[in-house]
């Protein structure tokens, strides 16, 4: 797992602001596969990652569920 704070540009109109930002990398060795998430959350460490994959997993469960019913 990869943990980077980075900084993007980004532009409102005239206004020009800095948005930092969390970039996770996480390699999941089951199925040999890399996710890369960005976030504003700062506060949670490892969790993270644990938790966006344990959505990852609810949101193909509930596509798989659409496919086969409707």
Same mark, same amino acid.
């Given at each position: 797992?990869?943990?980077?704070?980075?900084?993007?540009?980004?532009?409102?109109?005239?206004?020009?602001?800095?948005?930092? +930002?969390?970039?996770?990398?996480? #390699?999941?060795?089951?199925?040999?596969?890399?996710?890369?998430?960005?976030?504003?959350?700062?506060?949670?460490?490892?969790?993270?990652?644990? +938790? #966006?994959?344990?959505?990852?997993?609810?949101?193909?469960?509930?596509?798989? +569920?659409?496919?086969?019913?409707?």
């Amino acid at each position: 797992m990869e943990d980077q704070v980075i900084e993007v540009d980004v532009e409102k109109g005239k206004e020009k602001t800095i948005l930092k +930002l969390r970039k996770l990398n996480f #390699y999941e060795s089951v199925n040999k596969r890399e996710f890369e998430f960005l976030t504003n959350l700062f506060d949670l460490r490892v969790y993270l990652t644990a +938790l #966006y994959k344990i959505k990852w997993q609810i949101n193909l469960f509930f596509k798989q +569920l659409k496919q086969k019913f409707f």
